[in-house]
C-alpha cells in the first residue's frame, strides 16, 4: 500500500542554518507530493507540492523535489529562521484523493 | 475569502457519552474529507465526501464512527459512546473536488478530549 516516511524529529537548528528534511513514499504510480506545516497552536497548512516527476515545489524559502528514482520529496531551506520553527509533514495524494501522511517532523530554530 | 471553519474548538465529554463536531468546508468545495491527528496513530484519514456521498469510509475506525453531509456543504462527525482512545484532534479539509488532483486545505481542528 501507499506510505510515507520521514526523518524522525526533533530537529534543532540555529537561526541561518541549512535545513533538510528527508520523505520517501511508497506507492502505486506517480501521487502527488506535499509538505504540509503546523505552527504552534494552528492548523495544517499547505507549504509546497509537487504533481510530477522532477517538479520542483517552492515557498517561503523551502523547496522540495520530486524524484521518482529515489521516491523522496526532501524538503529544505538555506537558511532557517525562528518563525520556521513548527511540525512539518510529507504527505502524498493517493488515487482515492485521500492524503496519506509521515509522522511529522518537529523543528526547533533557535536565535 | 472564508477557510475551514471548525466547531467546536475544544470538546471534553465524559466516556460513553455522543459527541458531534461540524465542520463548514471553504464555499464552492465539493469534495470533504475528516481526519485525525493523535499522539500514538499520527494524521489518519477518516472519511471523503463529494458532494453529500462518501465514495470512502475506509478510514472510520469502528461503527461508533459516522459521518454526514448536507447540501454539499456542512458536514458532521457523530462519535457514540465515545471512549477515551477516541480522544485527539479531529481535522476537517476541502479542495474543489475536480480534479481529484486537488490540494485539501485544512480547518484548525476539534480538540476532542475524553475522560
Known amino acids: 500500500g501507499n506510505s510515507v516516511t520521514q526523518m524522525e524529529g526533533p530537529v534543532t537548528l540555529s537561526e541561518e542554518a541549512f535545513l533538510t528534511i528527508n520523505c520517501t513514499y511508497t506507492a502505486t504510480g506517480y501521487p502527488s507530493l506535499f509538505w504540509y506545516v503546523q505552527y504552534p497552536g494552528e492548523g495544517l497548512q499547505l507549504l509546497l507540492k509537487?504533481?510530477?516527476?522532477?517538479d520542483k515545489g517552492s515557498n517561503k524559502g523551502f523547496e522540495a523535489t520530486y524524484r521518482k528514482e529515489t521516491t523522496s520529496f526532501h524538503l529544505e531551506k538555506g537558511s532557517v529562521q525562528v518563525s520556521d520553527s513548527a511540525v512539518y509533514f510529507c504527505a502524498l495524494l493517493n488515487q482515492g484523493g485521500k492524503l496519506i501522511f509521515g509522522q511529522g517532523t518537529e523543528l526547533s530554530v533557535k536565535p | 475569502g472564508a477557510g475551514v471553519s471548525q466547531s467546536p474548538s475544544n470538546k471534553v465529554t465524559e466516556k460513553g457519552k455522543d459527541v458531534e463536531l461540524r465542520c463548514d468546508p471553504i464555499s464552492g468545495h465539493t469534495a470533504l474529507y475528516w481526519y485525525r491527528q493523535s499522539l500514538g496513530q499520527g494524521l489518519e484519514f477518516l472519511i471523503y465526501f463529494q458532494g453529500n456521498s462518501a465514495p470512502d469510509k475506509s478510514g472510520l475506525p469502528s461503527d461508533r464512527f459516522s459521518a454526514e453531509r448536507t447540501g454539499g456543504s456542512v458536514s458532521t462527525l457523530t462519535i457514540q459512546r465515545t471512549q477515551q482512545e477516541d480522544s485527539a484532534v479531529y481535522l476537517c479539509a476541502s479542495s474543489p473536488g475536480q480534479p481529484i488532483t486537488d490540494t485539501q486545505y485544512f480547518g484548525p481542528g476539534t480538540r476532542l478530549t475524553v475522560l
Open positions: 509537487a504533481t510530477k516527476a522532477d
